[in-house]
């Protein structure tokens, strides 16, 4: 027990005590008080620090001994019994009037500290006098020198622990709103701060440094918990505010997921006092309070590096160059990857080729963005030997794979941003008929740059409603701007068609989607790839302004050939297949892909080498699912 925690009881005792011997001389006995020791220099004792906390009176204190009595000794129970005709066995205001000194009637109306802070509770009783009182638990432990959060509160706030140093450019928010709380403290009129950004942003972190700063303890509301009812949402709100003053407490209150604006939360700000902090991923407002917003990124590219070479040490610097060339990572997942990189070398301090891509590996994890009610991850597999194209193309291909990896290089190292942000994103359409590459050129190049690659939802994009298909793009770009993760639109003519003439607002609107996605597609750090079946059904101001248009052309007859020449496994049997005869089929790759697939079951069923023979009959049944007919001349010399 520590010297404060024994002077405090002891000091808590006397005062009890001497509301006893009030009780006693109130029910005609005799019991003298012993005299209030002194704290030791420089300490206050909990029950004087909650009476200025609170702006109690004397009478007001004393009520609060009173209850504070029933709960530490056990005295009182007898002694309040006989102090009251009613004989009642519980402290009530009746009882506190006539046997307390200064007693006055402002301590039993609403609004007076005891109930407006809820130090006491009331009992049911015939009447407000002779209702039976008890003090608050959080009050008891309070004066007992053991505080604890608020049971009731426990259910909706909870505490956010000390975290990691900040980067310079995150100190620098920590520093503006702990000098900006300080001056304000000379008045109380606290501003109300809102730190923006996406969920991966250390805003939290941010708060936290801020409360360590100042000397104050920080707890987390999720904004989805208020009550919605008025009754409900002023209680707790009170119950905060009481915890606020008890415990020199902060309120994260954390609006992340919100899609609209919140009443209860506006509420909340606008009847509280106090100090706020509102987490977003936009702002939000205005409020009836004044409020300061920062918007918080993630560290910048030298921040990023110097992380990386803290967590990793010397010598990685061709590690750290890749990794924070592709990456754009938090703290927290730097110093996550690099851990886990680190226990799998056995502390090793050099890194060799395994572990860079172990890092790389690692790395595209954490950044993985979570799209998956929007869009399905793909696994390429699909190498550049797979990728039976013409060699323009292919060479198209091979430069837009080179202008990712050295896109740190040109922008940051060689200072191409100072010349302006926009048209820097890397964008490409795909365009050609159905079945001639397109997605496996994409898969492709995700499989050369080791990047993750996302096939969008357009269904579940694009929205009716007004306002909703911007968002929704927001949240696809936003998740995948961590990683620079390979965004597949497969044919994105249904969205990104042309731009129409005005005639009603739904035009209007539709031309505000395009024009949203335009701007995006330019500040992407990743590829963004568009294919379409239909390339004059898009909008020329967006063509424009995409980097790369690759052209896919119906396959000729000695592509479709050499098609045929890669499509089976080397795992699969085969017998008697002719590579150029199979080309007179007049079909591009996709079909030929499912061609062969179905030529395998036949042969796999039969317990046979893949022939020509299940090949044809594969042939006729997608040629009927093409509602096509197969011309002789296409099987000409097959059997």
Excluded at 52 to 67: I, N, Q, T
Excluded at 296 to 324: C, H, I, K, M, S
Excluded at 326 to 335: E, H, K, R, V
Excluded at 557 to 562: D, N, P, T
């Amino acid at each position: 027990m520590t010297e404060w925690t024994q002077a405090n009881q002891t000091y808590l005792a006397a005062h009890v005590a001497r509301i006893r011997a009030r009780l006693a001389a109130h029910a005609g006995q005799e019991e003298t008080a012993p005299p209030i020791p002194p704290m030791p220099d420089g300490a206050t004792a909990a029950l004087d620090r909650l009476v200025a906390l609170f702006d109690l009176s004397p009478f007001e204190r004393d009520v609060l001994l009173l209850c504070a009595g029933m709960e530490l000794d056990g005295r009182f129970p007898d002694l309040c019994a006989a102090a009251q005709p009613s004989g009642r066995p519980q402290p009530t205001f009746s009882l506190a009037l006539a046997a307390l000194p200064a007693a006055h009637w402002s301590a039993l109306t609403p609004d007076g500290p005891l109930r407006q802070w809820q130090l006491i509770e009331i009992d049911g009783g015939p009447t407000l006098t002779h209702s039976a009182l008890r003090l608050d638990e959080r009050i008891l432990h309070e004066l007992t020198g053991a505080p604890a959060l608020d049971e009731r509160l426990a259910h909706f706030v909870y505490p956010l622990p000390a975290t990691a140093d900040l980067v310079p450019s995150h100190q620098a928010i920590a520093h503006t709103i702990s000098q900006t709380w300080l001056q304000a403290a000379q008045s109380g009129d606290f501003p109300i701060v809102q730190l923006c950004g996406a969920p991966d942003t250390p805003r939290a972190e941010i708060a936290t440094a801020v409360c360590a700063q100042l000397g104050l303890r920080l707890y987390r509301l999720p904004v989805t918990l208020l009550p919605t009812a008025a009754a409900d949402l002023a209680k707790l709100r009170r119950l905060w505010q009481r915890e606020a003053l008890l415990a020199d407490c902060v309120l994260l209150l954390d609006g992340d997921g919100l899609d609209r604006p919140n009443d209860a939360l506006a509420q909340w700000l606008a009847q509280s006092w106090g100090l706020f902090f509102v987490l977003g991923e936009a702002r939000r407002g205005p409020w009836a309070r004044p409020s300061l917003t920062f918007d918080v990124a993630l560290p910048n590219t030298a921040e990023q590096r110097a992380l990386w070479r803290e967590a990793l040490g010397d010598g990685e610097e061709t590690a750290v160059d890749q990794l924070v060339a592709q990456f754009n990572l938090s703290q927290t997942m730097i110093q996550s990857v690099a851990l886990n990189a680190r226990a799998q070398a056995n502390g090793r301090a050099a890194v060799p080729a395994a572990l860079e891509r172990q890092l790389w590996q690692a790395s595209r994890q954490q950044a993985r963005p979570r799209l998956d009610d929007m869009a399905q991850r793909i696994d390429p597999a699909a190498a550049w030997d797979d990728l039976i194209i013409p060699a323009t193309q292919t060479e198209i291909l091979h430069e837009m794979a080179l202008h990712v990896r050295q896109r740190s290089r040109v922008y940051e190292t060689w200072d191409f941003y100072s010349k302006g942000r926009r048209g820097l994103g890397i964008s490409a359409l795909f365009a050609g008929p159905s079945g001639t590459g397109k997605t496996m050129a994409a898969e492709v190049l995700a499989n050369a740059l080791q990047l993750d690659l996302y096939r969008i939802d357009l269904s579940a994009v694009v929205s009716k409603y007004i306002g909703e298909t911007e968002k929704n793009l927001r949240r696809v770009f936003d998740a995948a701007e961590a990683g620079g993760a390979i965004l597949l639109f497969d044919e994105a003519d249904a969205l990104f068609g042309k731009r129409s003439d005005v005639k009603d607002s739904h035009d209007r609107h539709a031309n505000i989607e395009v024009s949203y996605l335009l701007q995006r597609m330019e500040a992407y750090r990743g590829l963004a790839i568009l294919t379409t079946n239909l390339k004059e059904a898009l909008d020329s101001a967006f063509l424009r302004r995409l980097r790369f248009v690759v052209d896919f052309p119906f396959p000729t007859a000695v592509e479709r050939a050499a098609i045929w020449q890669h499509i089976f496994p080397a795992a699969t049997p085969t017998t008697g297949l002719d590579a150029a005869r199979l080309a007179q089929l007049n079909v591009p790759g996709g079909n030929i892909r499912n061609i062969a697939l179905y030529a395998a079951f036949l042969a796999a069923e039969a317990d046979e080498p893949v022939g020509m023979g299940h090949i044809l009959h594969a042939a006729r049944r997608e040629y009927a699912k093409l509602q096509r007919k197969l011309a002789s001349s296409e099987t000409e010399g097959w059997l």
